[in-house]
Antibody
Framework: EVQLVESGGGLVQPGGSLRLFCAAS????????MHWVRQAPGKGLVWVSR????????NYADSVKGRFTISRDNAKNTLYLQMNSLRAEDTAVYYC?????????WGQGTLVTVSS | SYVLTQPPSVSVAPGQTARITCGGK??????VHWYQQKPGQAPVLVVY???DRPSGIPERFSGSNSGNTATLTISRVEAGDEADYYC???????????FGGGTKLTVL
């Protein structure tokens, strides 16, 4: 069974940093592109970033480019999102999702709250 | 950047057919995917590549895509279909994934 489990969320002050984790199991992690998608409270889904299967190619939404870094460790079956210079508008549930363009598998999400 | 436009809300009586649209410039040339999201839950893929259904998704869910509009059609709507629905594409020009703003389906 495919499982994606996010962790690392929490309360952080504006300007602070946080690292999110997505632990994958039930499939060959190193074969799949992975994404981060976020959802602010009461709002819609917003794509954040993606990484290809071997980690050699990444891409970011304009709103996070230069502040967030996506990476992966295929030996540990783990996807990461390093978030720096956090802003109030980054407050959201962050989901990791699998597959190249249509996301058949999602984690349960982890909540990031940016507030003083 | 590429923009997808969905109506904020659609209402339908049980047993009727719901149609949720997703507008985008020449969207017919792209592959459109649709997600269902219920409160407090992660999204679920219900249609991919315009009109294909993942395993486990009822045949009542179908999709079409042509010109500047893609459509998710839910036949014989049930109370359990009440949810937010999002369309999504991959924009090759920017190499970005794009979601529509979402449509809240209300079953009357």
């Amino acid at each position: 069974e495919v499982q994606l489990v996010e962790s690392g969320g929490g309360l952080v002050q504006p300007g602070g940093s946080l690292r999110l984790f997505c632990a994958a199991s039930g499939f060959t992690f190193s074969s799949y592109w992975m994404h981060w998608v976020r959802q602010a409270p009461g709002k819609g889904l917003v794509w954040v970033s993606r990484i290809n299967s071997d980690g050699s190619s990444t891409n970011y939404a304009d709103s996070v480019k230069g502040r967030f870094t996506i990476s992966r460790d295929n030996a540990k079956n783990t996807l990461y999102l390093q978030m720096n210079s956090l802003r109030a508008e980054d407050t959201a549930v962050y989901y990791c999702a699998r597959d190249r363009t249509a996301f058949q598998h999602w984690g349960q999400g982890t909540l990031v709250t940016v507030s003083s | 950047s590429y923009v997808l436009t969905q109506p904020p809300s659609v209402s339908v009586a049980p047993g009727q057919t719901a149609r949720i649209t997703c507008g985008g410039k020449n969207i017919g040339s792209k592959s459109v995917h649709w997600y269902q999201q219920k409160p407090g839950q992660a999204p679920v893929l219900v249609v991919y590549d315009d009109s294909d259904r993942p395993s486990g998704i009822p045949e009542r869910f179908s999709g079409s895509n042509s010109g500047n509009t893609a459509t998710l059609t839910i036949s014989r709507v049930e109370a359990g279909d009440e949810a937010d629905y999002y369309c999504q594409v991959w924009d090759s020009s920017s190499d970005h994934v794009v979601f529509g703003g979402g449509t809240k389906l209300t079953v009357l």
